[in-house]
């Protein structure tokens, strides 16, 4: 049977990042994030609630955001779900906790958009930062136009 296990969220962090390192020095950043989803009731009220997620982030992208990142600001995950479980020390209960790990972070926001008065006025507002000192990136392409007329209509389209 084929599996897939891929998650994409958008939220706030919950707290600054927690940076560790494994005994062989690998970065490991534990970080909260909350994500929120309004809609409006039958009655036309404005509802909301809030989701709040566990991350684990490794490596070099661990070390970036426990450098830039702070409580509050925005970020964006990709990753994957992961079932971690264990006995509780004190009942000796099975205890388990769904969380993610993350694949890819992308730094929301620009500048000091959220956050606290301690985030670094250098933050990238990207996964990847080019090396300061260096040329400024040329801007994409403008798309090319169709060539054969209009688009195509979308007929069989689902959605």
């Not at 062989?24 to 809609?39: E, H, M, P």
């Not at 985030?119 to 300061?132: K, T, V």
């Not at 000192?133 to 209509?153: F, K, L, Q, T």
Request: charged residues 30%; hydrophobic residues 30%.
């Amino acid at each position: 049977m084929a599996s897939f296990n891929k998650v994409i969220l958008v939220g706030n962090l919950t707290r600054d990042p927690e940076l560790r390192y494994t005994p062989k020095g690998t970065a490991i950043a534990k970080i909260g994030l909350a994500v929120n989803r309004s809609w409006r009731s039958e009655s036309g009220e404005q509802r909301e609630e809030v989701t709040f997620v566990d991350v684990d982030i490794f490596g070099r992208t661990a070390e970036n955001v426990g450098q830039y990142m702070r409580k509050g600001r925005p970020i964006l995950i990709e990753g994957r779900l992961r079932l971690d479980s264990w006995d509780d020390k004190n009942t000796g209960q099975k205890r388990s906790r769904l969380g993610v790990v993350a694949e890819t972070v992308q730094f929301l926001g620009g500048g000091r958009d959220g956050g606290d008065d301690q985030a670094p006025r250098s933050a990238p507002s990207g996964q990847y930062s080019r090396p300061s000192g260096g040329p400024p990136a040329s801007p994409r392409p403008a798309p090319a136009p169709y060539d054969d007329g209009p688009p195509p209509e979308d007929d069989d389209v689902p959605f």
